[in-house]
């Protein structure tokens, strides 16, 4: 149950930043999600409840948030800017701006949302990722950081994320060992 200090946020997840309308900032979703957050509300625990929230845990990652601030009030218009949040200090903004402006009872945020993308620098959408070996037309490998792959020698190819010996004969083990972001 929310305490009497929880309010509700939308959450904007598609759409973009609409700037020199006459309220300054709005955002184009028209399907924002309402998640509700108290002051002691961190920003991890905003980032978890948006993906939980959308399905997309493991999928996709929050690389920061939008925030339609108020910065004026002038009779019953409200003219807004745009604050990134991307800390928990950050998100404290938030809650201060919705003390010093009571007239803004459902404050808005964008959720830039980007693909988590695995140690081996592709997109991590399935446990496993299909690639087709170099020097392979048509052979694919299934990869993760924790299977060895059978193919036949191919020639090495430079690469910052993952290392592997390609030098063995045809049959040789080829081990993938995944850096760590």
Do not use: W
Not at 94 to 123: H, N
Request: charged share 20%; with cysteine.
């Amino acid at each position: 149950m929310a305490s009497e200090d929880s309010f509700l946020v939308l959450v904007h997840h598609r759409g973009s930043i609409k700037r020199k309308t006459r309220s300054g900032v709005k955002f184009t979703d028209k399907d924002p999600l309402c998640i509700i957050v108290s002051p002691t509300t961190s920003y991890d625990d905003l980032v978890s409840s948006v993906l939980v929230k959308l399905g997309l845990e493991g999928v996709k990652r929050v690389k920061k948030f939008f925030y339609r601030i108020p910065t004026t009030v002038l009779h019953d218009t409200v003219k807004y800017d745009c604050f990134t949040i991307g800390s928990d200090e950050d998100l404290q903004v938030m809650f201060l701006s919705r003390r010093q402006f009571p007239e803004v009872r459902t404050p808005e945020l964008l959720a830039k949302l980007v693909d988590v993308v695995s140690s081996s620098g592709g997109s991590n959408r399935n446990a496993n990722t299909i690639a087709t070996v170099v020097g392979s037309s048509s052979r694919p490998a299934v990869a993760s950081s924790s299977v060895s792959v059978y193919e036949p020698a191919v020639q090495p190819a430079a690469s910052p994320s993952f290392a592997v010996d390609l030098s063995g004969n045809v049959g040789d083990e080829m081990t993938m060992m995944s850096s760590r972001i």
